[in-house]
């Protein structure tokens, strides 16, 4: 079983910056690859980034690449996504998302973190 809690979302102006973290509980942290996804009204649910068990980048999605940042500190079972540059289309919940490494789907999620973004 594995617990993931989302923190840190808010109200920010265009062009500011926002720093989400998930932190996790249960099982082994390091054997997980661990994904932030995001969802806006109206709209279906998308990945965002993505992180493996050593910390080696494997996606970003094409809008937010070279804006946002994911990283992960597996002694503290944390995981970050750095936002910066933020624009009005990127006002979602963020869900952060786990499945084991040899997995392709993720299996575990957690509540999602509001997001807002006003121009």
């Known amino acids: 079983q594995v617990r993931l809690i989302e923190s840190g979302g808010g109200l920010v102006q265009a062009g500011g910056s926002l720093r989400l973290s998930c932190a996790a509980s249960g099982g082994t942290f390091s054997s997980y690859t661990v994904g932030w996804f995001r969802q806006a009204p109206g709209k279906e649910r998308e990945p965002v980034a993505r992180i493996s068990w050593s910390s080696s980048v494997e996606y970003y999605r094409d809008s937010v690449r070279g804006r946002f940042t994911i990283s992960r500190d597996n002694a503290k079972n944390m995981v970050y996504l750095q936002m910066n540059s933020l624009k009005p289309e990127d006002t979602a919940v963020y869900y952060c998302?786990?499945?084991?490494?040899?997995?392709?789907?993720?299996?575990?999620w957690g509540q999602g973190t509001q997001v807002t973004v006003s121009s």
């Open positions: 998302a786990a499945r084991l490494n040899i997995r392709t789907q993720f299996d575990y």
